[in-house]
């Protein structure tokens, strides 16, 4: 999709990444097609409302203490939340309803980080058990020999 280019501003791609949203989620968001994304995404094009709505949403996850650093899981932001609606959905909505947004993202916040956490038990858990994670070769062989299994019930 749009290029990585260091001319490119930042916050966009910080954004984006932070709550892990894909390129066409984040054109949603933004209310533009996927050409008009595009172009306002690398520069060439300017456009006041999806610049304004950056801003917006620059706000309220900086609000919530959310970087792409220690982003959002997609699955959550995706994921029907206690109001009944998801974190996508409340970004997509005109206009933004911060309340509802601020509520959402500390919402997925504490889903993401939690599911982050409980990862990480786990990992902490099978090495103290002397698990050793398998080597790429050990991975491929693995790979191999279950789709030989699958094909051979087929």
């Not at 894909?22 to 610049?51: I, K, P, Q, T, Y």
């Not at 203490?65 to 109001?83: C, D, E, H, K, Y």
């Not at 959905?89 to 409980?118: F, I, N, Q, T, Y």
């Not at 038990?121 to 002397?130: K, S, V």
Request: hydrophobic share 45%; glycine share 4%; net charge positive.
């Amino acid at each position: 999709m749009p290029s990585n280019s260091a001319s490119q501003p930042p916050m966009r791609q910080l954004i984006r990444g932070a709550l892990g949203l894909n390129w066409a989620e984040f054109a949603e968001v933004l209310h533009l097609s996927r050409a008009e994304f595009r172009s306002w995404f690398n520069g060439s094009d300017r456009c006041a409302l999806a610049d304004a709505r950056v801003r917006q949403v620059e706000s309220l996850v900086s609000d919530a203490s959310i970087t792409s650093a220690r982003p959002l899981n997609a699955r959550f932001v995706t994921a029907q939340l206690t109001g009944g609606t998801s974190l996508l959905h409340l970004l997509r909505a005109v206009p933004l309803d911060s309340r509802a947004l601020a509520s959402a993202l500390a919402e997925v916040r504490s889903l993401s980080w939690g599911a982050d956490a409980a990862r990480e038990l786990r990992e902490f858990t099978r090495r103290a058990r002397g698990y050793r994670a398998p080597t790429a070769d050990e991975r491929r062989a693995t790979l191999a020999r279950n789709v030989a299994l699958l094909h051979r019930q087929r």
